[in-house]
T-cell receptor, first 114, second 110 residues
Framework: NAGVTQTPKFRILKIGQSMTLQCTQD?????MYWYRQDPGMGLKLIYY???????DKGEVPNGYNVSRSTTEDFPLRLELAAPSQTSVYFC?????????????FGPGTRLTVT | DAKTTQPTSMDCAEGRAANLPCNHS???????VYWYRQIHSQGPQYIIH???NNETNEMASLIITEDRKSSTLILPHATLRDTAVYYC???????????FGKGITLSVRP
């Protein structure tokens, strides 16, 4: 299994541009999450999904949109990039089973908005 | 606001035990204590979790005080590869939304 994969690894955007961060997992996990991590800080939850077709806001959703059309994919969309969105973005997934407590994280996408 | 407090940093010698403390004085009865670590800005990695009892797995041991207001993560024989930021998180059950604080930076010295 590849686990959680994210593309691209790095990206530089100009203010006002748009882009989609891709996240795919091959573990058949129902739950998926998007976090952002600013320099020297912990991770903050942007959006999460409990299954295909179901998404909900996390702690810092403004400026982002998500969709979940399949179990495997959970893309994050930035419509009008702003310098405040310069960050490292991590996608994660976990099992639905109540006995599972581990979130599996991808390697991250490093985004710079100038 | 983070529900946990951790020292900013600590170090230990390679081969010795690393004891990482965490305070969570406002933890609720249904909240678990999780530990994750992040190496070189990679994605966080799950280490261990617990509710009331002490727990041990192949990576570490988790000691939770009887009043559940604090806990200690123990890496029994730290190696240079254990140098990382360690996050202590409290959160209800499985598939819960995790809130990461700044964590504690562990430096393992040769």
């Amino acid at each position: 299994n590849a686990g959680v994969t994210q593309t691209p690894k790095f990206r530089i955007l100009k203010i006002g541009q748009s882009m989609t961060l891709q996240c795919t997992q091959d573990m058949n996990h129902n739950y998926m999450y998007w976090y952002r991590q600013d320099p020297g800080m912990g991770l903050k939850l942007i959006y999460y999904s409990v299954g295909a077709g179901i998404t909900d806001k996390g702690e810092v959703p403004n400026g982002y949109n998500v969709s979940r059309s399949t179990t495997e994919d959970f893309p994050l969309r930035l419509e009008l990039a702003a310098p405040s969105q310069t960050s490292v973005y991590f996608c994660a997934s976990s099992y639905e089973l109540t006995s599972s407590y581990e979130q599996y994280f991808g390697p991250g996408t490093r985004l710079t908005v100038t | 606001d983070a529900k946990t407090t951790q020292p900013t940093s600590m170090d230990c010698a390679e081969g010795r035990a690393a004891n990482l403390p965490c305070n969570h004085s406002t933890i609720s009865g249904n909240e678990y204590v999780y530990w994750y670590r992040q190496i070189h800005s990679q994605g966080p990695q799950y280490i261990i979790h617990g509710l009331k009892n002490n727990e041990t797995n192949e990576m570490a041991s988790l000691i939770i005080t009887e009043d559940r207001k604090s806990s200690t993560l123990i890496l029994p024989h730290a190696t240079l590869r254990d140098t990382a930021v360690y996050y202590c998180i409290v959160s209800p059950g499985a598939n819960s939304k995790l809130t990461f604080g700044k964590g504690i930076t562990l430096s393992v010295r040769p």
